[in-house]
């Protein structure tokens, strides 16, 4: 490959990031504008933003080099994803969307549940700010490790080298630029990461004679690559395997980055046409990402390649023109950035918004407010660089621990506080606090071979329900705010 021709493509496609972030920069006077954009995000916007967002680049590294491994066993895993991006943006978008403006025009998730619940303690505030940045860290390093697995693997650099330059190439426009910054980059990247994911499969199948060629060399790798039920040393899929699998579709309800698009969109009846945008989006880029890691199995044979996660960047490099290799390789970095900015966006303005303003300086300027979540954005970056710096950390497992830590210690205090009047602060706090402790303890004793979400979720829930019957009931005022805003439904 000609290295000269892919490195000018980067460079074009930062200088382009680059340029985005610079004029969101200009539109950046408030805190409003640098968390949520200024709630002022279209449809097409929002959906393509939550999705690029989400996915980021273990989409294109991580899921493909599962089907690599796992075969057919994979389609749980999109299945679950699929069925969550759609009851997330069916279920939570519009009621989150309009409770958060209604609650004192909450900015962020842990303001949310404060003005949700008028918790005065401010223990709600303060307790979901730590668990963000707890296992931000860790989503984040799985951003800076796929950046290190793409310089690595496509310049031949070293992966320590390769994981600082993507650290400040990411730091550098979301710094600037804020929301904006990330959501209208996240359009180019969503696009740009359908298209590279939709094209690379397609021409490994061209090149192998199509579909029944590929099958029949997953056949001759390992039969059981073909089957639904069973792993690759052909035991049966149990209940709890595929219940695991599945169980990634819960992580959807307690993500701060994907829940804050629903927040951000301009008008809540333009969410239907963002919901068929973003469930369109996210079933292509699924699909696409299992067929890369299947026809990657027949393409190398049995040569194969050192690193399953690296099978999409293999098949760039062997089967397209350096020139169109550079986009499509691009869009990697597009999916790592996608996510890592907006992860970075939420736990800086964590920092700011519940942290210095909420405990320290209750009178700081919007400006300032501005500026202390630029600085917390290197802060948090650089932290995650750290855990990122370890050559043997996976895409897919980082990601997995992050994803059911939201997923568990959000997720069922969004859905019961949008719709459960009874819900109290009390049950809130129990239930992020449960459910936050549960994917760390769980996923440390490897229980059963349970997906750490499962039981998190289930327990997080039961606790919200306990804790809240059993303490005092909301006051007449937060019920009466309840039902005025289930009536704009």
Same mark, same amino acid.
């Given at each position: ?7 000018? +493509? ?8 680059? !340029?985005? #972030? ?21 449809? &097409? ?8 967002? *989400? ?22 895993? !999109? ?28 900015? +962020? ?60 190439? %990411? ?26 994911? $939709? ?13 029944? @060629? ?10 059981? /690559? ?32 994907? /829940? ?27 699909? !696409?990402?299992?067929? +890369? &890691?299947?026809? #990657?199995?027949?393409?190398?044979? @049995?040569?194969?390649?050192? *690193? ?18 550079? %986009? ?7 999916? %790592?950035?996608?996510? !890592? ?10 920092? =700011?918004? *519940? ?42 497992? /980082? ?14 205090? $969004? ?27 769980? @996923? ?21 329900? $306990? ?8 006051? =007449? ?7 005025? $805003?289930?009536?704009?439904?």
């Amino acid at each position: 490959m000609n290295i000269g021709v892919v490195s000018v +493509t980067f460079l074009i496609y930062i200088g382009v990031m680059l !340029a985005l #972030g610079y004029v969101a920069y200009k539109r950046t006077t408030n805190l409003s504008d640098y968390i949520l954009g200024g709630r002022s995000l279209g449809p &097409g916007t929002a959906a393509l933003s939550a999705g690029a967002s *989400d996915m980021s680049g273990w989409l294109l590294l991580g899921l493909p080099g599962y089907a690599l491994a796992a075969g057919y066993e994979a389609s749980w895993i !999109a299945i679950g994803l699929l069925m969550g991006t759609w009851l997330n943006w069916l279920i939570v978008s519009r009621r989150l969307r309009v409770y958060s403006h209604a609650v004192n025009d909450s900015l +962020t998730l842990p303001a949310y549940f404060e003005f949700r619940f008028a918790d005065k303690t401010r223990l709600l505030r303060v307790v979901s700010a730590v668990f963000i940045l707890l296992f931000f860290l860790f989503y984040t390093s799985s951003g800076l490790v796929a950046a290190g697995k793409l310089f690595e693997s496509t310049f031949g650099m070293g992966y320590t080298l390769a994981v600082v330059v993507g650290t400040f190439a %990411i730091i550098s426009y979301t710094f600037f630029g804020g929301f904006l910054a990330v959501s209208w980059t996240d359009v180019i990247q969503g696009l740009l990461m359908a298209a590279a994911l $939709v094209i690379i499969p397609i021409m490994a199948l061209s090149d192998m004679g199509g579909w029944g @060629e590929a099958e029949a060399a997953m056949a001759a790798s390992n039969p059981n /690559l073909l089957t639904f039920f069973t792993d690759m040393d052909g035991e049966a899929l149990g209940f709890v395997a595929i219940i695991s699998l599945l169980g990634w579709g819960l992580g959807y309800f307690g993500q701060p980055h994907v /829940l804050a698009r629903f927040k951000a969109i301009e008008d809540d009846a333009a969410l239907p046409l963002a919901r068929r945008i973003a469930v369109t989006w996210t079933a292509v880029c699924l699909f !696409a990402a299992l067929m +890369t &890691g299947w026809v #990657g199995i027949g393409y190398f044979g @049995e040569a194969g390649i050192g *690193d399953a996660e690296t099978v999409f960047l293999a098949l760039v490099q062997a089967l397209m023109h350096p020139l169109v290799a550079g %986009i499509l390789l691009a869009a990697v970095l597009a999916a %790592i950035m996608s996510t !890592a900015d907006s992860q970075l966006l939420v736990s800086s303005s964590a920092l =700011a918004e *519940d942290f210095y303003k909420a405990l320290f300086r209750k009178d700081a300027s919007q400006q300032q407010l501005v500026w202390v979540g630029r600085f917390a954005v290197v802060g948090i970056a650089l932290l995650a660089l750290l855990f990122a710096l370890d050559p043997e950390s996976t895409v897919l497992g /980082l990601v997995s621990y992050a994803w059911a830590g939201f997923g568990a210690a959000f997720g069922p205090a $969004v859905i019961l506080s949008l719709f459960w009047k009874r819900m109290n602060w009390q049950g809130a706090l129990a239930g992020i606090i449960v459910g936050g402790v549960t994917v760390v303890v769980w @996923e440390r004793l490897s229980l059963f071979g349970l997906y750490e979400i499962i039981p998190g979720f289930i327990l997080a829930s039961i606790a919200i329900v $306990v804790v809240s019957l059993l303490t005092k009931e909301p006051d =007449a005022e937060i019920q009466a705010t309840f039902d005025d $805003v289930a009536s704009r439904y």
